[in-house]
């Protein structure tokens, strides 16, 4: 079964840290991955993709990695600032298909304090 | 910022009514998709389009219509509201391809009272 695995649920820190957020898929066959960010009573905004021979991609403050082998990614955010403060998404799209399927992760709710 | 508009943006409306939430993109995307997303829970796709005049039902059963009658509209009817149609209802587009990039609407809060 296709399925998109994200921890921690949820995270608190303080402002000027840095946190890593983890996603684990079973999505096959993997066509690629995003990390998108979603504010409170907002839609998702993509951050970052990812395809199967990419290992490191950044976006500013922003480091996503992925591990094809092991179909495991990370979203790293350096220097946290209050703005990050939203929810996480790892979304993985499969190639089974010409709609390009995508599956999300439940979120990871990253609140940044000051 | 996406090209892509939902209205309304919230939305309190009494059990039996019929609603339509309206989605409309002005970048030319052949494929449109809407998902129904629940607080801390992943998105569910309940209909997709790959272009005018096609719509399918997605993963999760819902009561809900779509239809596609020009490219960049894409509006979602429920002929009679409940309150277990309760949550937030995200539109979507991307260009034709596998790896294409979906851009999302700000969503609509629907409550069912």
């Known amino acids: 079964k296709n399925q998109v695995e994200q921890s921690p649920q949820s995270l608190i820190i303080l402002e000027g840290k840095n946190c890593t957020l983890q996603c684990n898929y079973t999505v096959s066959p993997f066509s690629n991955l995003r990390w998108y960010k979603q504010d409170t009573g907002r839609g998702p905004v993509s951050l970052t993709i990812m395809t199967f021979s990419e290992n490191t991609k950044s976006n500013g403050r922003y480091t996503a990695t992925l591990d094809a082998d092991t179909k495991q990614s990370s979203l790293h955010i350096t220097a946290s600032q209050l703005s990050d403060s939203a929810s996480y998404i790892c979304v993985v799209s499969d190639r089974g298909s010409t709609l390009g399927r995508l599956y999300f992760g439940r979120g990871t709710q990253l609140t940044v304090w000051p | 910022e996406a090209d892509i508009y939902q209205t309304p943006r919230y939305l309190v409306i009494g059990t039996g009514k019929k609603i339509t939430l309206e989605c409309s993109q002005t970048?030319?995307?052949?494929?449109m998709y809407w998902y129904q997303q629940d607080p801390g829970m992943e998105l569910h796709l309940i209909h997709y389009?790959?272009?005018?005049?096609?719509?399918e039902k997605g993963d999760l059963s819902s009561e809900s219509t779509v239809s596609r009658i020009r490219t960049e509209h894409f509006p979602l009817t429920l002929e009679s509201a409940r309150p277990s149609h309760t949550s937030q209802y995200l539109c979507a587009s991307s260009e034709l391809g596998v790896d294409t990039e979906a851009f999302f609407g700000q969503g609509t809060r629907l409550t069912v009272v």
């Open positions: 970048m030319g995307h052949d494929k």
């Open positions: 389009s790959y272009g005018v005049n096609s719509t």
